[in-house]
Structures are given as structure tokens and as C-alpha cells.
């Protein structure tokens, strides 16, 4: 079982019909770099289960009924009274997305500790579950354990800076992690916020000496890198008309670990055992995944018969 812990919450999208510079409607779409991965990990055919906290409110409820749609175990999700984060999504040329947040007070932050299931093989956590308190220090310290006790975890920090009011301190924590994770997914933007003035493959090489198997790096159009004890294994990305960009990152991250399940490669030894014609494979499932979601508006993963098709 992969268990992943971190929010769910709600993007508000804009009508791609509302000229520019006009406020037209917003259409409320499903989404939270983890909720995205279980979503897409439940419909690639790899067993997930998602640990959060979710609201009952009208949003929490339609949160919750996809899970189920996607083949997600639901059996360690919380809920609560107070309400779904929500997430103002401004598209960009070329359909990049930026974000603003509302998240005081939501259900997502009260996450609170339970053990995981003891089939758990791996742990994937990220994004605004390791960023807003209380419920990040819970997910850290799920983390420690479940590395301490040799699940495999994996991590994509996914910054929003904009909610970080410690940069330096996040920066720390970070690095804290670094021990304790098998492998490491990071775009390029982000490497750049966590390694400022670095060049972002230096980066990843020094955090990879630090603990992870791999890291593997995200890099839009250019396509992914892995970062490992061997060297570098890039593949392009996919050519595809983009809806917008919603997703796509967690989309790779899914599918690497659905490809790493497929394989019997969830541990730190096998990873960094795979030489790099099976990276090459593995991230050329990934930048199909990707390319599949960023075709369609919103966090839309792929289902497994999409790509084996």
C-alpha cells in the first residue's frame, strides 16, 4: 500500500472564455499536489490510500466521493466541521498556473496522528501538508517513524512560497527531511526557491548525497531528469496541446511510484539499483502521465488504460 498524507482542497479556475484583464467565473475543480497523486496512483492501478483530513462540507464531500471513483482507500481519512481550502488558480500564456490561498482555518491543517496500515510500503507526502501547522509537524513526524521503521517515503516539497513565512527556516526543515527519503521530486522552480543563486542540477546532486536514492528533477517542456549514484538519465517531454499545467507534477510523481510498484521497486536498494535504461523507462511513463493531465483542464490524471493503450 502507498499511503499519501497531505491536503485536498479546492481550485477555483477561471472560464478560459473571460477575456483578458476581465473577471468572469470560476469554475471549482477538485485538486492538492497530494490528493492529486493519490487520485492519480488509484487510477494507474497502484494500491494508495490517502491520509488527510477532509471537511464535511459540500466540497469535502465531492473530495471524498472521487477518491472512491479512482479506486483510493478512503479508510484513513478524517473529517471535520471546519472548511475545504480553496485555491484562486490565475492561468498564465501557455498555461502555467499561479495560486492564491485560503487556508485559515480549514480542515486540511487539523490532520491528526494515526499509525498506518502495516502493509504500508510507501509514503508519499508534499506540498501545503508539510508547510501549514499544526497538521506539517504531524506529517514530519510520520515521516521520521515510517522511515525509522523502513517504509519507503517520497517527497515533493511543491513550494508555495506565498504561505511560507519562513523561507530560511523552511529551507532547514527541508534539508532535515533529506535522511529520511528515498526519493526526491522536484521541479526546477522549486529547486531554485530551495537552492537560490544554485544551479538547480548542482542542487540535486548535493541533496541526493544527503539520503534520497534519486532525485528526480521536473523541468516543463525540457522534460525530467533523474539524479542518481550513477549520473543523470533525461527524457523529453511530451508534445501536446496544454490546457493548462494544473496537476502535471504531481502527475509524475504518481506515476513513478506506480511504475516503482509495478517493478518491485519500492525501497532505497532497488532504486538506486536500476541502471538507466529502466530509468529511461520509468520517466518516459511519467511525461506520459503528465502530458495525458495537462491536455485537460484541472488535476486530471490518466487511467492506466490511457497510457498501456
Known amino acids: 500500500m502507498i499511503v499519501i498524507g497531505g491536503e485536498a482542497l479546492v481550485d477555483l479556475v477561471p472560464d478560459p472564455s ?77 498555461g502555467s498556473a499561479r495560486y492564491s490561498f485560503h487556508t485559515e482555518g480549514t480542515a486540511a491543517r487539523f490532520v491528526t496522528d494515526q499509525p498506518l496500515p502495516a502493509n504500508t510500503t510507501a509514503l508519499c507526502l508534499g506540498t501545503l501538508g508539510m508547510v501549514l501547522e499544526p497538521g506539517a509537524t504531524t506529517y514530519e513526524k510520520v515521516l521520521f517513524r515510517e522511515a525509522e521503521r523502513g517504509v519507503f517515503v517520497a517527497l515533493d516539497p511543491n513550494i508555495r512560497s506565498a504561505l511560507i513565512a519562513d523561507a530560511d527556516a523552511y529551507r532547514a526543515r527541508f534539508e532535515s527531511w533529506l535522511p529520511s527519503v528515498g526519493l526526491l521530486k522536484v521541479s526546477d522552480d522549486d529547486a531554485g526557491w530551495l537552492a537560490p543563486g544554485r544551479d538547480v542540477l548542482d542542487a540535486a546532486r548535493e541533496w541526493r548525497s544527503r539520503g534520497p536514492a534519486a532525485v528526480v528533477l521536473t523541468r516543463g517542456a525540457d ?19 496544454v490546457a493548462d499545467t494544473i496537476g502535471a507534477g504531481d502527475t509524475v510523481q504518481a506515476a513513478l511510484l506506480a511504475w516503482l510498484h509495478r517493478h518491485d521497486a519500492l525501497s532505497a536498494e532497488a532504486v538506486q539499483a536500476l541502471d538507466a535504461e529502466q530509468w529511461e523507462r520509468a520517466l518516459t511513463f511519467a511525461a506520459s502521465a503528465a502530458a495525458v493531465t495537462v491536455s485537460r483542464p484541472g488535476a486530471d490524471p490518466p487511467w492506466s488504460a490511457e497510457l498501456d493503450g
Not at 53 to 64: H, I, N, P
Not at 85 to 90: E, F, I, P
Not at 226 to 236: F, H, L, M, Q
Open 18 to 94: 473571460t477575456p483578458d484583464g476581465d473577471l468572469g467565473p470560476l469554475h471549482p475543480l477538485l485538486g492538492g499536489g497530494p490528493y492529486n497523486v493519490a487520485i492519480a496512483l488509484g487510477r494507474l492501478g497502484a494500491p494508495a490510500a490517502f491520509y488527510a483530513k477532509l471537511s464535511t462540507d459540500q466540497f469535502g464531500d465531492r473530495v471524498l466521493q472521487r477518491l472512491v471513483e479512482s479506486e483510493v482507500d478512503t479508510s484513513l481519512v478524517q473529517r471535520g466541521p471546519e472548511p475545504t481550502t480553496l485555491a484562486v488558480v490565475g492561468l498564465e500564456a501557455g
Open 223 to 241: 522534460g525530467l531528469t533523474a539524479v542518481t549514484a550513477d549520473g543523470e538519465v533525461t527524457v523529453p517531454g511530451r508534445g501536446v496541446e
